[in-house]
């Protein structure tokens, strides 16, 4: 049998996947001589031994910890269980990867009736020892009973209401005495110390499956089977006294990055105060004037701590009676601008290297440089003011409750979250926010945490605010009412709070970031490219260092108004003579519209696709609407309407599109070859270096590449003969059915590239209809059937393993063929980690995505490297 149970003095920060994050890093600073109470921890394999035997702690275990228990007695010269010496733990979870606030957390454990009395006696201190025992029975009885929580804040409410009190500090003994009886009527509490162990213990390893704790996982793809350790540590006390407090302090400021000594604290308080926003605490600095020898141990320590761990640090620590205590360290949840100048910073201070460096820079916080930010000569009626705790502009209409800002989000809203303080349960209300408000909370609460680690702009600690949830109003101090669904903007980066939308100002980059992604360029191996279709959009993807265009949709340049009808009466020609008099006309725009493409390229290639979408998508759908083009085009309404009903189509994802219209109407194929060839040359002729790359969409094999190059072939040639000009071009083939996939050895030898349309690959290897699975896709993830939405995060399995079959065959054939993807997965870190692993040449992803692939790319060759 596996050693279940460690002490403090016997692991280190390398045992994260055995004792957790928070236990390895407690073993961490009791080696280092750090002031930790005393305390053991309960392996993280336990954890899965519990679930495995049906929600039971392992035979045994209660016999190994009670043989540590004895042994942090005898360190901390106390007894658990013991009135006239009192021994109370804290116990909390600590998974492998830092959870904040997902998980749940029992202190003052081991105390009852007795045990307060004795302990007020022993400490000549009863306010304190009445008020720890209500916290004790508060959360013991939301964690442990499962009972609502809310009721007990309720009572107390009603209590200081009654008896003319506000703060918590005002109360005395004697009324948290009367609290607690009032407590103890709501719940059947167990006065055994042993017992309250034992079931805290299995109500921590069950915290690691409730909704809050799944949810973020699945948020932050955190494999299940990780399981959280359970840390039980001796407990010291903010709530003492006026020469006690705790707080939460960082080694550099987690929104701006600023190397500065950044926290908050809060006299005669416990650590809950701080972290779950109940109170709005001070800043740092007020230790500092308080208790200037403290402020610089913990300054000192908090300097130690960063050099050890070569990482910004997020810490918690308390005084009791002025003696200074570290409880936890762990690296700091930062913004994402933060996470880049912090990475950038210790680069030119010498604690890390540079791919040390992109490995700290979350690819989803290069948003932050990327998303707009409040337009400042724009800001109006601003109507109160918080703490900026995370950055970034937001608009939207307001919601009161976690569970509302899914609704009001899934019907197509942007939301403001609107709380007093927010608590774990709110973290899926959170991730369908634009911005969150809260009217309690410091930069260190719950709520700025979370939406830092999130990229969502957030706003603490307004205090200027009074929310009431029944009533569904926040009203400012000045008396402004502002209410459910209205609009409101946020600027996380001042803490403004205002009404309507105000204009924002596109983000810009700076030279941390610059830097970073040189770096991301300097060990990538990935080229990054850019879906693309306007010269705007190419301009954008070149701004932010895209390598070329891997998928220009053709298609996308004939939707424009002036555009629409005459791609219409192309589809409802009668005639092939017809047919290409409109073809005529387009030919223009395409050849206009390629030439910018070009320019703006100049020197990059331009994967150009065929037109794929099936035609009756081009076509209106109303009566109205069709009566109408058929009047424009000088058709008899009849006969528009047959032409209409014969293009609809039971599938049409699988129908009439792709290479089979360059089969069927080969003049369509012309024409847009044609448009490309001589774009190109009007390039070339201008100084640019045009390189297109065709690509024939939706092939099922090889003898389709061969008809539909024959037809591109011909028209290029055509067009180079007319002008003698030359210019390079590619002819290659989406991959995106099955079927060219199993194939793929017979395609090779007839393309010079090939590109993976992952979206309809992964549509028609799962039979998901790509637009409809919205409809059951989130009852799939909810129930485990599926571990990720497979249109957001590659499905390595099934689709990925045609994707390597593809690649290993195919190259097998013929050496020297291109590889590269242009679906929405090009985007996505964890899918380009594949996509390197797999060996493509290339990713191709939205412009504003140029850079998360960049560092994405960069990332996965450091892992492998």
Same mark, same amino acid.
């Given at each position: ?442 930069? &260190?609460?719950?709520? #700025?945490?979370? +939406? @830092?680690?999130? *990229?969502?702009?957030? !706003?603490?600690? %307004? ?70 279709? &306007?010269?705007?959009? #190419?301009?954008? +993807? @070149?701004?932010? *260092?895209?390598?070329? !265009?891997?998928? %220009? ?77 058929? +009047? @424009? ?233």
């Amino acid at each position: 049998m596996a050693k279940r149970v460690y002490l403090f003095n016997e692991g280190s920060k390398d045992d994260r996947n055995l004792l957790g994050g928070k236990g390895a890093n407690l073993c961490e600073m009791t080696a280092m001589g750090l002031p930790v109470p005393f305390g053991f921890v309960i392996t993280t394999p336990t954890c899965r031994e519990f679930f495995e035997s049906g929600n039971k702690l392992p035979r045994h275990l209660e016999t190994e910890y009670n043989v540590a228990l004895r042994l942090v007695e005898e360190k901390m010269g106390a007894s658990f269980g013991d009135p006239d010496n009192p021994l109370l733990f804290s116990v909390r979870s600590g998974a492998p990867v830092s959870m904040p606030g997902m998980m749940n957390t029992i202190l003052n454990l081991g105390m009852n009736d007795e045990i307060a009395e004795g302990l007020a006696k022993k400490t000549n201190n009863p306010r304190f020892a009445y008020d720890s025992y209500r916290r004790f029975i508060q959360m013991y009885a939301d964690v442990v009973l499962e009972t609502d929580g809310e009721q007990f804040e309720h009572e107390i409410e009603k209590y200081k209401k009654a008896h003319d009190k506000t703060l918590d500090v005002e109360m005395t003994a004697q009324d948290w005495q009367a609290i607690i009886a009032i407590f103890k009527k709501l719940v059947d509490f167990p006065q055994n110390p042993a017992v309250q162990l034992k079931e805290a213990i299995a109500a921590v390893f069950l915290s690691w499956n409730t909704p809050r704790a799944i949810f973020y996982r699945e948020m932050n793809n955190i494999p299940a089977s990780l399981g959280t350790a359970v840390c039980v540590q001796a407990m010291v006390f903010g709530n003492f006294g006026d020469d006690s407090g705790s707080g939460v302090a960082f080694t550099r400021n987690p929104s701006t990055g600023d190397h500065e000594f950044y926290g908050e604290y809060l006299t005669n308080a416990a650590g809950e105060d701080v972290v779950a926003g109940i109170r709005t605490p001070l800043p740092i600095s007020h230790l500092q004037q308080q208790m200037p020898e403290v402020y610089q141990q913990l300054f000192e320590t908090q300097k130690r701590l960063e050099q050890h761990y070569q990482d910004m640090q997020d810490m918690e620590f308390t005084v009791q009676e002025g003696k200074f205590y570290m409880l936890q360290t762990r690296s700091g949840k930062r913004t994402g601008r933060a996470s880049v100048k912090i990475a950038v910073d210790m680069v030119n201070e010498g604690l890390i290297g540079e791919k040390e460096a992109l490995m700290r820079v979350s690819p989803e916080h290069v948003d932050a440089f990327l998303h707009p930010m409040i337009d400042v000569n724009a800001k109006t009626d601003i109507v109160a003011k918080g703490l900026p705790a995370s950055p970034g502009g937001a608009t939207g209409r307001i919601v009161f409750s976690a569970d509302e800002a899914v609704e009001v989000a899934a019907a197509g809203n942007k939301v403001i979250l609107v709380r007093r303080e927010t608590t774990p349960e709110d973290i899926h209300g959170m991730k369908v926010s634009e911005g969150i408000l809260t009217e309690l909370g410091g930069m &260190t609460s719950h709520a #700025a945490v979370v +939406a @830092r680690g999130m *990229g969502v702009c957030a !706003i603490t600690g %307004c205090g200027e605010l009074t929310i009431d949830y029944q009533a569904g109003t926040a009203t400012t101090d000045e008396g402004v009412v502002m209410k459910r669904m209205d609009e409101i903007t946020l600027d996380g980066s001042t803490g403004e709070v205002m009404l309507g939308d105000i204009p924002k100002t596109e983000a810009s980059a700076n030279d941390d970031f610059q830097t970073l992604l040189s770096w991301a360029d300097k060990y990538r191996r990935l080229a990054v490219r850019a879906n693309a279709e &306007t010269p705007e959009d #190419a301009a954008k +993807a @070149r701004e932010l *260092g895209a390598e070329g !265009i891997g998928l %220009c949709r053709t298609e996308h340049m004939f939707f424009d108004a002036s555009r629409i009808d005459i791609m219409r009466g192309m589809i409802l020609s009668e005639d092939k003579q017809e047919r290409q008099g409109y073809l005529d006309q387009l030919l223009a725009f395409q050849r206009e519209d390629m030439l910018a493409l070009f320019k703006e390229m100049h020197d990059l290639p331009v994967t150009i696709r065929l037109l794929d979408p099936p035609l009756h998508e081009f076509l209106p759908h109303g009566e109205e609407e069709l009566v109408e083009l058929a +009047a @424009r085009l000088g058709k008899p309404a009849d006969k528009v309407r047959e032409i209409v009903q014969s293009l609809q189509e039971v599938n049409p994802m699988l129908g009439f599109r792709g290479c089979r219209l360059s089969i069927v109407y080969p003049e369509i194929t012309e024409m847009q070859v044609k448009a490309i060839a001589e774009a190109a040359v009007l390039a070339h002729k201008a100084g640019y270096n045009p390189s297109p790359e065709i690509m024939i969409p939706l092939v099922v094999n090889v003898r389709e590449i061969r008809a539909i190059t024959q037809i591109i072939e011909r028209g290029i040639i055509s067009v180079l003969e007319k002008e003698s000009v030359s210019f390079p071009y590619k002819i290659g083939t989406m991959m995106e059915t099955p079927r060219a996939c199993l194939g793929a050895e017979r395609l090779a030898n007839s393309v010079e590239f090939m590109s993976f349309g992952t979206n309809d690959l992964t549509q028609m290897t799962y039979g998901f209809s790509r637009d409809d699975v919205g409809k059951f896709v989130p009852d799939y993830l909810d129930r485990n059937l599926v571990e990720d939405d497979p249109f957001v995060s590659l499905d390595q399995r099934a689709v990925g393993k045609l994707m390597k079959m593809a690649i290993e065959d195919s190259r097998e054939a013929k050496e020297g063929i291109k590889y590269g993807i242009c679906g929405e997965h090009g985007g996505d870190p964890r899918s380009i980690q594949f996509c390197h692993e797999l060996g493509l040449d290339y990713v191709s992803c939205s412009p504003y995505r140029v850079p998360v692939a960049r560092i994405a790319a960069a990332q996965a060759n450091v892992t492998l490297t």
